[in-house]
Every structure is written in structure tokens, then in C-alpha cells.
């Protein structure tokens, strides 16, 4: 199973405030996941990767929690500012180097 | 450093007609390359994986023989979309792997908008 599923669909966070935003997988095969951050009419860029050795990461005001038994990480965004506004990508990779995303999380921090 | 291009940045043809999008990697050099297709509001789906030197691996339901991609060295590749039709219209989006690293990390070029009228 290569299926990504992520969540939520669309978040609106006050400025200041905490950004959350899950993924869970299904392939024990998945070595590697990064975070990917796309504004509209542009290419993915990357956030924050992590790897399953390790269950947190923390990358400025960005923070990946990593839990392999539950097969589910997340990305924490604090101090969430307007600029922060984007799609969010979760992605898994097993070594092959060919991404498997999540559905993408539509971000909006309200100033 | 790692930057990748892509050109052109949109497009617009006619239905029938062939269209050619560019992918260099600018600064490193890139044994692998992948396309993504991406439509409005939704998510990345691989199309390919590029290889230098070979034939390019497909996705499944995926046309090969509509969707050309040659990776002729270690900083192009390329993806022609053959007699493209109105569906085919998408925002297309490559991204590479620098292989003098042994990071897993992808580079992701701005994307090239096709509209096929």
C-alpha cells in the first residue's frame, strides 16, 4: 500500500498560534518523510524531512513528531505567521527515490 | 545551491499539437529526475521516473507513447506531451535527486502550466 493519507483538508490558525497537520502510512517500506510547502503556481519546496530513527526533528519554528509504531508523523508549525499561508505536503519515499504524497493541507493564518 | 528550472513556465497549444517542457537541474547534477502532474487543489501524482542514459520508468496508467521523456544528461530532462488534448491540460512539475549526495532530498523546479485548448 503506498497511500499517504493527510489531515486536516483546510486550517485556519490565528497568527501566533500552533499549526498541526497529520499523516499516516501504511508501508512499513517508507524510510524517509519529508515536508513540502507550496505556494499557488509553484513548485514544492522543502520544509523538513525526518527519518524513522528518530521521532522528532525540529527545524526553526518547524517540528516534525515521528511515531513508527503508530505509522504516523506530523508537522508542527509555531508561531504561525500570515506568510505561513500555503499548501502543505506531507510525502514518503522507500529508498527509490520517488515521492508518494498526502492530499495536501490548505494552510491560512489569519493576521 | 539546488535549484532546478523548468521551461517554459506556461503554455498554451493547440489540441493535436505536440509540447516540449524542460527540467535542468542548475547547480548539481542529477542522475535521476521525476515528473509529476498536479491539477487544481489537489495533490502530486508521479508520472515517471527519468534515469540518465536509459528509458525512463512509468507510472502504472501512465502512456508512454503519450508522454515522451528523455533524460539525456546529467542536468536534462525533458517531457513531451504528444498530441496533447484538453484533458491533458495540468500544471506539470519536475523535480531531482543530486546523486553526489546520498541524501534522499528532491528539488522541485516552479512548474509549467499546460493549457490545451
Known amino acids: 500500500q503506498q497511500q499517504v493519507k493527510q489531515s486536516p483538508q483546510s486550517l485556519i490558525v490565528q497568527k501566533g498560534g500552533i499549526s498541526i497537520i497529520n499523516c499516516a502510512y501504511e508501508?512499513?517500506?517508507?524510510?524517509?518523510f519529508p515536508w513540502y510547502q507550496q505556494f499557488p503556481g509553484k513548485g514544492p519546496a522543502l520544509l523538513i524531512a525526518i527519518r524513522p530513527d528518530v521521532s522528532e526533528k525540529k527545524e526553526g519554528r518547524f517540528t516534525i513528531s515521528f511515531n513508527k509504531s503508530a505509522k504516523q508523523f506530523s508537522l508542527h508549525i509555531m508561531d504561525s505567521q500570515p506568510g505561513d499561508s500555503a499548501t502543505y505536503f506531507c510525502?514518503?519515499?522507500?529508498?527509490?527515490?520517488?515521492?508518494?504524497f498526502g492530499s495536501g493541507t490548505r494552510l491560512q493564518v489569519q493576521p | 545551491g539546488a535549484v532546478v528550472s523548468q521551461h517554459p513556465s506556461w503554455v498554451i497549444c493547440k489540441s493535436g499539437t505536440s509540447v516540449k517542457i524542460e527540467c535542468r537541474s542548475l547547480?548539481?547534477?542529477?542522475?535521476?529526475m521525476f515528473w509529476y502532474r498536479q491539477f487544481p487543489k489537489q495533490s502530486l501524482m508521479l508520472m515517471a521516473t527519468s534515469n540518465e542514459g536509459s528509458k525512463a520508468t512509468y507510472e502504472q496508467g501512465v502512456e508512454k507513447d503519450k508522454f515522451l521523456i528523455n533524460h539525456a544528461s546529467l542536468t536534462l530532462s525533458t517531457l513531451t506531451v504528444t498530441s496533447a488534448h484538453p484533458e491533458d491540460s495540468s500544471f506539470y512539475i519536475c523535480?531531482?535527486?543530486?546523486?553526489?549526495?546520498?541524501?534522499?532530498?528532491?528539488?522541485f523546479g516552479p512548474g509549467t502550466r499546460l493549457t490545451v485548448l
Open positions: 508501508n512499513t517500506a517508507f524510510d524517509y
Open positions: 547547480d548539481f547534477q542529477a542522475t535521476t
Open positions: 510525502a514518503a519515499d522507500t529508498g527509490r527515490r520517488a515521492l508518494t
Open positions: 523535480s531531482a535527486s543530486n546523486s553526489g549526495t546520498s541524501t534522499d532530498t528532491q528539488y
